[in-house]
């Protein structure tokens, strides 16, 4: 048996693409992020908002950033049934799917139909740059 390929057609593409959400937070697809490499610059994470990152070796996350120089990352899968959360909007983080709220400071659920809140994912700063703890 014989299989016939296009030109082409094994070709994998592999892009960052960064776009804006309703919340005015940003969502990243994509990604060179490993589990020693940076998840982002700090300065790309709004700290009025936040930023989802749709692809990490860890699964999709939500990055809040607290303070000036403090970041928190929480797993981005809504845990009612895994759509990936928007980016944090007045203190909350909102599941597009079915409204599940969600604390931005410290993922708690907020209101459901989710029964449990966002699990927190180690994350640090190292110099402008933050990366698996």
Request: aromatic share 2%; proline share 11%; net charge neutral.
């Amino acid at each position: 048996m014989v299989a016939l390929v296009a030109p082409g057609a094994l070709v994998a593409a592999c892009s960052d693409t960064t776009a804006p959400t309703p919340s005015g937070g940003t969502t990243t697809t994509g990604g060179g992020a490993t589990p020693s490499g940076p998840l982002a610059a700090l300065a790309d994470i709004p700290g009025d908002s936040g930023l989802v990152l749709e692809s990490t070796p860890k699964g999709p996350l939500v990055l809040v950033r607290p303070t000036a120089d403090t970041v928190k990352a929480f797993t981005a899968a809504c845990p009612h049934q895994g759509t990936v959360v928007s980016a944090p909007a007045g203190g909350t983080i909102t599941c597009p799917n079915h409204g599940s709220t969600f604390d931005a400071a410290t993922g708690a659920l907020k209101r459901g139909p989710a029964t449990t809140g966002l699990k927190e994912v180690p994350v640090k700063v190292e110099g402008d740059k933050v990366v698996f703890a």
